[in-house]
């Protein structure tokens, strides 16, 4: 079993920046993609970026070129840098990780990102 625990959430002002964490614990040796989701009220969950064993990257194009993934995998734990920010990147941010090989996913329970304007 993989836990994934979000920290860094808050409030901050458009155009500032906010790091978002996601620590994981347990079977970490079976984490293989993690990434990030965001759901505003009202709205469906959104996805928001993922980043691979290896690296590899890949963003909505809503926050393509304003937030950064990335991935301590000694420390296990990913990191989303949000650069920019605007008041519509207002949601509940939150990680998942997926096994290697069940491809099953496991989610965090979110941290909540809010950009006053």
């Known amino acids: 079993q993989v836990q994934l625990v979000e920290s860094g959430g808050g409030l901050v002002q458009a155009g500032g920046s906010l790091r978002l964490s996601c620590a994981a614990s347990?079977?970490?040796?079976?984490?293989?993609?993690m990434g990030w989701y965001r759901q505003a009220p009202g709205q469906q969950r959104e996805f928001v970026a993922f980043?691979?064993?290896?690296?590899?990257?890949s963003y909505s194009d809503s926050v393509k070129g304003r937030f950064t993934i990335s991935r301590d995998n000694a420390k296990n734990t990913v990191y989303l840098e949000m650069n920019s920010p605007r008041p519509e990147d207002t949601a509940v941010y939150s990680c998942?990780?997926?096994?290697?090989?069940?491809?099953?996913?496991?989610w965090g329970q979110g941290t909540q990102v809010t950009v006053s304007s």
């Open positions: 998942y990780s997926q096994d290697r090989w069940s491809r099953l996913d496991v």
């Open positions: 347990g079977s970490t040796s079976r984490i293989g993609v």
């Open positions: 980043i691979g064993i290896s690296g590899g990257t």
